[in-house]
């Protein structure tokens, strides 16, 4: 099979136009005329993965290898030294980062969270964000949403700022989107991760509180989400296990 002809099975999925445009969604290893024999999926390329995977190989990825451009090509330094490895090995790689967050897999991380057991419905989708309103006059508190959090994904730990008491909307993005603050309003919620100090003091001016779910916890169902997309499309794909960067004391 060519790369070219999954290519376009993904394309019509998730269209790559819909990514945002500092995004390198897409194929960043290969050419379309490059032909595998296997299909891989990961949440992203580590040397753990390309140990194990067969050359020949096509690697299905949600966080792109090559995110700018390269200026040097230094095989000892990232991303040029798994690159580097995958050129030896025949490996190629597409990318389905933020057009694929905007079509499957932010709305799939937002049904997890099973809020309705709060009091709150799904209202619309703006920018990256899913946006739940609260339909119940639920008195929930970001305190309580934390908690919740929490439990419901089993996390070791949840950062969270408590900028007003009682939640009106909450607004949801998968890996990281700190800045939806400035689309959000006096008393909403943010649920998304990588928050900094600074993003974090300027939506509390602003009465907008923060949930800071983990980059990684937050996304890790990409690879099992879009396996069975393309077992759809009779493409059976191994899923190479994701590997958290970071451990809890």
């Given at each position: 099979?060519?790369?070219?002809?999954?290519?376009?099975?993904l394309d019509n999925l998730s269209p790559f136009e819909l990514q945002a445009k500092w995004d390198n969604s897409g194929l960043n290893i290969g050419s379309f005329d490059s032909i595998f024999e296997n299909v891989y999926v990961a949440l992203e390329i580590d040397s753990n993965i390309l140990e194990s995977i067969n050359p020949k190989s096509l690697v299905i990825v949600h966080h792109p290898i090559i995110f700018k451009p390269l200026n040097t090509f230094h095989i000892n330094l990232y991303p040029c030294n798994l690159i580097s490895t995958c050129m030896k090995k025949d490996i190629y790689v597409i990318a389905m980062h933020t057009?694929?967050?905007?079509?499957?897999?932010?709305?799939?991380?937002?049904?997890?969270?099973?809020?309705?057991?709060l009091g709150y419905e799904y209202n619309r989708e703006q920018d990256f964000s899913i946006i739940y309103t609260n339909n119940s006059e639920s008195n929930l508190t970001p305190n309580f949403l934390a908690k919740y959090l929490k439990d419901i994904l089993d996390l070791s730990i949840v950062r969270y700022s408590n900028a007003y008491n009682i939640i009106n909307e909450i607004y949801i993005t998968c890996g990281s989107n700190a800045s939806s603050y400035s689309i959000a309003k006096y008393g909403d919620c943010i649920i998304t991760g990588d928050i900094k100090y600074h993003d974090a003091m300027i939506a509390k001016s602003n009465n907008i509180s923060f949930v800071d779910i983990p980059h990684f916890e937050s996304e890790c169902i990409f690879a099992d989400l879009i396996t069975k997309i393309l077992q759809k499309h009779n493409i059976q794909a191994i899923i190479s296990n994701p590997h958290n960067p970071f451990h809890y004391v």
């Open positions: 099979m060519k790369i070219l002809d999954i290519y376009n099975i057009n694929f967050d905007k079509t499957h897999l932010n709305n799939a991380f937002a049904k997890s969270l099973c809020l309705e057991k």
